[in-house]
């Protein structure tokens, strides 16, 4: 008998957005599925900055463990929020066909405070860093919770925008009309990508998730990723990367950033290469960048960011 498939997820209403959204997929293709949601450390501890609490994969820890303990079979992420390195015994069975990949400004339907000083909040160091680097006389506070907390906490405070992952609002009908998409700010990595994992001993349920899988958003995420685990980002480090597919000449073009905290260092790199050439896009992106002066700049960025004892 075909075993039901458990899908783990977090309870916040994008996280469960996203594992129905995989549900009803299986479900389409004939697999028995349940979905269990679990809370998260990421969303409990709210009063802390992410890179102060110390570790990568703060949202999917909770559902690693699920997992390993057999808890559950498969977990649904947003792929810009997994470690780079999954853990033992866990692999990538399938990423879904990518959904909107850029940031966008949520403001309060005023936009004359881009020109004059202002509070702009996000949890990112990344687009903290790109903000500060585009607008060096703002201030960026920090901004912790799921969407509709963040979405709330904007209109409860003074701040004149905030910035937010189009997708994650897109998805749960929260984007509202008060917003500018950010096309110059370059997103994280495999931003706007959902990601299923299983334990990689389990054939039955791999089989089943790998028919979800969209081949030009695993191949775009991998080099951006890529990338990331190549200088050292973990998820705190202000790393933007965007990898694309262009049909009509079979190339990948690829926009990759390593900033300093404050916004005032920048390394940016644009390559544009074959198809046939983006198994090590990424790895090469990343070693332009380390070796003209971004190796000093990641050690000064990891001094900075150490947890306080």
């Known amino acids: 008998m ?71 079979d498969i977990a649904v992420h947003s792929m810009k929020d997994v470690p780079t390195a999954l853990p033992t015994g866990i692999v990538q069975a399938a990423v879904l066909e990518r959904a909107n990949v850029l940031d966008i400004l949520v403001h309060k339907g005023q936009l004359d405070f881009l020109n004059e000083k202002a509070t702009i909040a996000t949890g990112s160091l990344r687009r903290q860093a790109q903000w500060l680097n585009k607008y060096p006389n703002h201030t960026v506070v920090d901004l912790r919770g799921n969407v509709n907390t963040r979405m709330q906490k904007l209109q409860d405070n003074d701040w004149s925008g905030a910035v937010f992952a189009a997708a994650g609002l897109e998805r749960i009908n929260l984007k509202p009309d008060t917003f500018i998409n950010l096309d110059w700010m370059i997103p ?20 089943a998730v790998s028919q979800l899988n969209d081949i030009e958003t695993e191949i775009c995420t991998y080099i951006e990723r890529q990338f990331l685990r190549t200088l050292e980002g973990g998820c705190t480090a202000p790393i933007g990367a965007l990898a694309q597919y262009n049909q009509h ?42 070796e003209n002066g971004g190796s000093a700049l990641m050690a000064e960025i990891k001094k900075q960011l150490k947890p306080k004892a």
């Open 2 to 72: 075909a075993k039901t498939i458990r899908i783990g997820t977090r309870d916040s209403e994008l996280a469960l957005w996203q594992a129905h959204t995989v549900q009803k997929k299986l479900n389409d293709l004939g697999y028995k599925t349940e979905i269990i949601a679990v809370k998260s450390q990421g969303d409990i501890i709210l009063d802390k900055p992410l890179y102060e609490l110390g570790i990568t994969g703060i949202f999917t820890k909770t559902l690693d463990i699920a997992m390993i303990n057999g808890d559950v």
């Open 249 to 290: 000449d079979d190339t990948i073009t690829f926009h990759g950033c390593l900033l300093s905290l404050d916004g005032k260092q920048k390394f940016e790199i644009k390559k544009a290469v074959d198809i046939s050439e983006w198994k090590k896009l990424g790895f090469h992106s990343a070693q332009e960048i380390l």
């Open 188 to 207: 994280a990595p495999a931003q706007g990508a959902m990601v299923v994992v299983a334990m990689g001993n389990d054939n039955f349920t791999i089989d």
